[in-house]
């Protein structure tokens, strides 16, 4: 059947409210944009994002970047924290500390191994493995976060799911010592992910940085003190152990 002519000018009445409120959507972006100090300072300082400044707080605050120390960085681009975290670690080309992995393409940065991958592939860890050289890590950084889609129990269930596969991670790269760094929403942490922390960490807190910004349900998750790995029992497996990575 045909359109009648009062569907054809609903339609069009639609598409115009919607390319207007997408204007006003992006044009409230660029005025936050403008009016953001981090934004701001992180042009002025270098830094390739304002997240930068998330990474400098909580580390200022818990010190958790020393030198010499291996580092991995999930949801690396554009490379903020990996800026951060190669000149704390004093990673170089000759010898480079820090691994990064993003599905977005990434400049490349001096000291910095930059993977483009999904790290939800099922390759993704083996590959972060190799690029380590079958090394230990000191520290895993995940500040992935998946594209919101204004769903909010869909968003959260989206970012705890990548904290639970970059924890699984992280429990099978970290040296005994090492620490996890990772965003997770709103209430932070809790059920099954919190209670396999608080056993195979020392510590486990919840922070949220100055620079995130306030209306945002975003906060981290650190934990301290790894133990060591576990098997499916929660037995401590030797780090000799011919299957460790
Ligand atoms: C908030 S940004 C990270 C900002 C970064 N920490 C910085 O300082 O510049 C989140 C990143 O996570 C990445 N990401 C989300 N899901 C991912 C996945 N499954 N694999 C790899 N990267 C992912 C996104 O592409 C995005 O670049």
Request: aromatic share 6%.
């Amino acid at each position: 059947m045909s359109q009648g002519k009062g569907d054809g000018s609903r339609a069009l009445h639609v598409r115009v409210k919607t390319a207007r409120r997408r204007t006003a959507s992006s044009t409230r972006w660029l005025q936050r944009q403008l009016n953001d100090p981090y934004v701001r300072r992180s042009k002025a300082e270098g830094y390739r994002s304002r997240a930068a400044y998330k990474l400098l707080e909580i580390d200022e605050k818990h010190k958790l970047l020393k030198p010499g120390q291996r580092i991995v960085d999930l949801g690396a681009a554009p490379g903020g924290w990996s800026q951060v975290v190669a000149a704390h670690v004093g990673s170089t080309d000759e010898d480079p500390k820090v691994v990064s992995i993003d599905y977005l393409e990434m400049d490349a940065l001096p000291g910095v191994i930059v993977l483009q991958k999904n790290f939800l592939d099922e390759d993704a860890p083996a590959v972060l493995v190799a690029a380590l050289g079958g090394r230990k890590a000191d520290l895993v950084l995940s500040d992935m976060a998946a594209p919101t889609t204004g769903h909010k129990k869909t968003d959260h269930l989206r970012i705890m799911h990548l904290c639970e596969i970059a924890a699984e991670f992280a429990r099978d790269v970290l040296a005994p010592g090492g620490a996890f760094l990772a965003k997770v929403f709103q209430g932070g942490t809790e059920g099954t992910l919190l209670a396999d922390l608080k056993r195979d960490f020392a510590q486990v807190i919840h922070v949220k940085p100055a620079a995130s910004r306030q209306d945002s349900a975003e906060l981290y998750v650190l934990a301290r003190g790894f133990r060591g790995r576990t098997d499916v029992l929660g037995t401590h497996v030797e780090d000799d152990d011919p299957d460790a990575p």
